[in-house]
């Protein structure tokens, strides 16, 4: 079982930054390829970016691709997102996502992570 704590969301205006932590519990977190969704207000949850165990392969969603840039630390079981250059339209709850320990690729589509975070908030104002 692992479980997943995501801080560092909060207000910001557009064009400014922000870092989100995702902290995971367990033993096996360097065996877990981890990724970021976002669920915006009236929106479907949509994938945002995704790590691969050894943080060698990160697909980003086009949308956030050159302003975004997740990154892990297996040594800290904490993966990253951070978020350049936002938009209005980046407001969403951000979840911190888990694939099952012993899978290897970093997959885009929300049914192939086992676990997830209770998000956390990110508005940016215009």
């Known amino acids: 079982q692992v479980q997943l704590v995501e801080s560092g969301g909060g207000l910001v205006q557009a064009g400014g930054s922000l870092r989100l932590s995702c902290a995971a519990s367990?033993?096996?977190?360097?065996?877990?390829?981890m990724g970021w969704f976002r669920q915006g207000p009236g929106k479907e949850r949509e994938f945002v970016a995704a790590?691969?165990?050894?943080?060698?392969?990160?697909p980003y969603a086009d949308s956030v691709k050159g302003r975004f840039t997740i990154s892990r630390d297996n040594a800290k079981n904490t993966v990253y997102l951070q978020m350049n250059s936002l938009k209005f339209e980046d407001t969403a709850v951000y979840y911190c996502?888990?694939?099952?320990?012993?899978?290897?690729?970093?997959?885009?589509?929300?049914?192939?992570?086992?676990?997830w975070g209770q998000g956390t908030q990110v508005t940016v104002s215009s």
């Open positions: 790590v691969s165990r050894n943080g060698f392969v990160t």
């Open positions: 996502a888990a694939r099952a320990s012993g899978t290897s690729q970093p997959m885009i589509g929300e049914n192939e992570y086992a676990y």
């Open positions: 367990g033993r096996t977190f360097s065996r877990n390829p």
